[in-house]
């Protein structure tokens, strides 16, 4: 199975913050990547696919990059609604896998 | 627009069976795949695996093979999941989904599933 590892664990930031997290595959997985956010009680929303494809609706201060092994997700500007755990999910080949997700505080 | 539409909360006793269902809705639902994500509390995501509503294709995930059976109705656009014997480590919440191309862009709302004497 790849397994997917997510960095770091909590990040802890501010209102406008540049925020970045990081997700690293075991083996290649091209660009077959998928990010989510969740909410508390929520079932999770996706943000991006196929690593840096901006879902419908998803404000663009989200942005992904990478491929291969390494991957980032971006919020450029952090907004109140963003404070939630993101993970990411690699569909390379099956099984997939979610990282073990980063929540983001507020600092 | 794909709606998925899942079962109620449960609480069920260790060694009792359960099977929780999802109904989908939408134009040619019967030729998606259907997923189940389990989320124990406090944690995180997890695949548990996948089924193919037209001709019930099924694939475990290992940590979950032997574990569950997930199964289909496609004449009613309904996916279950099921345990023959739940233990307390089986409580979580427990997520239907619909993965287009293996990205998930749908979700259920999620059937909380606990487990306890």
């Known amino acids: 199975d790849i397994q997917m590892t997510q960095s770091p664990s909590t990040l802890s930031a501010s209102v406008g913050d540049r925020v970045t997290i990081t997700c690293r595959a075991s083996?290649?997985?091209?660009?077959?990547l998928a990010w989510y956010q969740q909410k508390p009680g929520k079932a999770p929303k996706l943000l991006i696919y196929?690593?840096?494809s901006l879902e419908s609706g998803v404000p663009s201060r989200f942005s992904g990059s990478g491929s291969g092994t390494e991957f980032t997700l971006t919020i450029s500007s952090l907004q109140p609604d963003d404070f939630a755990t993101y993970y990411c999910q690699h569909y390379y080949t099956y099984p997939w896998t979610f990282g073990q997700g980063t929540k983001v505080e507020i600092k | 627009e794909v709606q998925l539409v899942q079962s109620g909360a449960e609480v069920k006793k260790p060694g009792e069976s359960l099977k929780i269902s999802c109904k989908g809705s939408?134009?040619?639902?019967?030729?998606?795949?259907i997923g189940w994500v389990r989320q124990m509390p406090g944690k995180g995501l997890e695949w548990m695996g996948i089924?193919?509503?037209?001709?019930?294709?099924?694939r475990y995930s290992p940590s979950f093979q032997g574990q569950v059976t997930i199964s289909a109705d496609k004449s009613i656009s309904t996916t279950y999941l099921q345990w023959s014997s739940l233990k307390a480590s089986d409580t979580g919440m427990y997520y239907c989904v619909r993965p287009e191309e293996g990205r998930v862009d749908y979700w259920g709302q999620g059937t909380l599933v606990t487990v306890s004497s």
């Open positions: 196929k690593a840096s």
């Open positions: 083996r290649s997985i091209s660009s077959w």
């Open positions: 089924i193919y509503l037209g001709d019930s294709d099924t």
């Open positions: 939408g134009n040619s639902f019967s030729s998606y795949w």
